[in-house]
Each structure stands twice: as C-alpha cells, then as structure tokens.
C-alpha cells in the first residue's frame, strides 16, 4: 500500500472515531523518523485534547489497522497525539482557520540568506503563503516551503 493510500484509509477510519470522542482530525503522517516509521494521527480540539480522548482513539484504531489491507505495511509505531501550539499547517482549512496567527515559514533553502522567516499569515492561495512582516508582506511558493507551522504566543 503506497503511504498516500494508507494515509487516506487511515483518514477515513480516524474520522468517526474523533467525533466519537470530542476531537476533530488534524492530519495523518506515516514517515520515518530516526529510523523507526511512524504512523501519526493528530487530533485537535479548541478546548485542548487530553489523553483519554488519545488514547481511547489510539486503542479503537490499533485493531483495525490489523486489517489484511494493511499486511504489506513495514513495522510501525502508532502515535495519537494532540495538534500542540506549535502545530504544523498543511491543509487549506489549517491555514484558513489561523489567518492572522504568528507563524514560520522554513525553506528547502535559503531565501535572501534565511532558513526560516516568522510573520503574520495574511493570505494562502493553492499553496502560496503570504506573509507580513515588519511593514512588508512577502509571498512564499509551494516550491520553496518545506514546513509551516504556528509560533506560540505565550
């Protein structure tokens, strides 16, 4: 099963049992990380997530995922974890809802001699982040974004 099919399937699966428990789906990530592949659901909820809520998905999930559709997956870790402050911004909807929030923005490579750049998210079109910063507003192509994620303001 190729990752983005898994991660669909995974989706789907996912998405009744976060309504079920109060949550709604954040994203699904299957990557290697430090040598081990992970299998992350990311719920979130504004009111925070606490763990029952993660790990009453986590335990409803694991045996579905023993499904024979799954047999030719590599071993993995299954995490159920909460979006976080400082969460990563993906989907549309992601970056809709955090119009106006504190970001940064870090590069595949180095834009006018910077790695990363923090602003405020004023707009996202089919990819493009604009963002404004210090008077200037600057806008940031899918090809040159690595991640985006949002800045804690505490």
Same mark, same amino acid.
């Given at each position: 099963?190729?990752?983005?099919?898994?991660? /669909? /399937?995974?989706? !789907?699966?996912?998405?009744?049992?976060?309504?079920? +428990?109060?949550?709604?789906?954040?994203?699904?990530?299957?990557?290697? !990380?430090?040598?081990?592949?992970?299998?992350?659901?990311?719920?979130? /909820? @504004? !009111?925070?997530? +606490? $763990? @029952?809520?993660?790990?009453?998905?986590? *335990?409803? &999930?694991?045996?579905?995922?023993?499904?024979?559709?799954?047999?030719?997956?590599?071993? =993995?870790?299954?995490?159920?974890?909460?979006?976080?402050?400082?969460?990563?911004?993906?989907?549309?909807? #992601?970056?809709?809802?955090?119009?106006? %929030?504190?970001? !940064?923005?870090?590069? =595949? *490579?180095? &834009?006018?001699?910077?790695?990363?750049?923090?602003?405020?998210?004023?707009? =996202?079109? +089919?990819?493009? $982040?604009?963002?404004? #910063?210090?008077? %200037?507003? /600057? $806008? =940031?192509?899918?090809? @040159?974004?690595?991640?985006? #994620?949002?800045?804690?303001?505490?």
């Amino acid at each position: 099963m190729q990752a983005k099919e898994l991660i /669909r /399937r995974v989706e !789907e699966m996912a998405l009744p049992l976060c309504e079920q +428990n109060g949550v709604s789906l954040w994203d699904v990530e299957f990557e290697k !990380e430090g040598g081990v592949q992970l299998l992350t659901i990311t719920v979130d /909820r @504004d !009111e925070g997530v +606490n $763990i @029952d809520q993660c790990e009453a998905i986590s *335990r409803a &999930i694991d045996p579905m995922l023993d499904a024979k559709e799954f047999d030719s997956l590599p071993s =993995y870790t299954l995490c159920v974890s909460s979006a976080g402050l400082e969460r990563k911004l993906k989907k549309p909807a #992601h970056f809709e809802k955090f119009l106006g %929030a504190t970001v !940064e923005v870090r590069f =595949y *490579r180095p &834009i006018d001699g910077a790695k990363a750049v923090q602003g405020t998210l004023a707009s =996202y079109d +089919n990819g493009s $982040i604009t963002l404004s #910063h210090d008077g %200037a507003t /600057r $806008i =940031y192509e899918p090809k @040159d974004v690595a991640v985006c #994620h949002l800045v804690a303001d505490i």
